[in-house]
C-alpha cells in the first residue's frame, strides 16, 4: 500500500492545509474510508453521465473483465473519440485529433511543423 499515494488522493478534497495537517486529522481506518468515500462518489459521477450517453457502465465492467483495457471509463471515451471504431482504450484508433496530440502522436508532432505554403516549399 503507497501511503504517500493514499494521501496525495485524500488531499485533493482540499479540507487541509497540507500534508502534516491531513497527517495529524486523520487515522488510518478514517484515511481509508475518505479514499473510498471519494471513489465510490467519482464512480458515481460517471455511471451518470454515461448514463446520459445511453452507456450502462456496470454492464461495461463486466464486459471490460472479460477483455478490454478493464477500464470502463476510458474504453467509453476511446469509443467517443473514435466515433465508434475503437474497441477500448488499448486500441490505436481512439487516438485521433486532441488525444493524439496529447499522447504525442501525428505527423511532426511536437516538432514545430507548419503547412506548406503551398508554392513547393
Keep these: 500500500m503507497d501511503l504517500a499515494?493514499?494521501?496525495a488522493e485524500a488531499f485533493l478534497l482540499g479540507n487541509w492545509k497540507d500534508f502534516a495537517e491531513l497527517e495529524e486529522a486523520l487515522s488510518m481506518p478514517e484515511l481509508s474510508a475518505v479514499i473510498t468515500s471519494l471513489r465510490e462518489t467519482k464512480h458515481s459521477d460517471r455511471k451518470f453521465f454515461?448514463?446520459?450517453k445511453g452507456v450502462d457502465l456496470d454492464k461495461e465492467q463486466n464486459a471490460s473483465s472479460n477483455g478490454g483495457s478493464g477500464d470502463p471509463w476510458e474504453d467509453m471515451k476511446a469509443?467517443?473519440?473514435s466515433r465508434g471504431k475503437a474497441k477500448d482504450s488499448t486500441d490505436v484508433v481512439s487516438l485521433q485529433g486532441q488525444n493524439a496530440k496529447k499522447a504525442g502522436f501525428g505527423i511532426g508532432a511536437g516538432l514545430g511543423y507548419s503547412k506548406s505554403r503551398g508554392d513547393g516549399w
Excluded: K, Q
Aim: hydrophobic letters at 80%.
Design 5 to 7: 499515494a493514499l494521501e
Design 50 to 52: 454515461a448514463a446520459l
Design 79 to 81: 469509443r467517443v473519440f
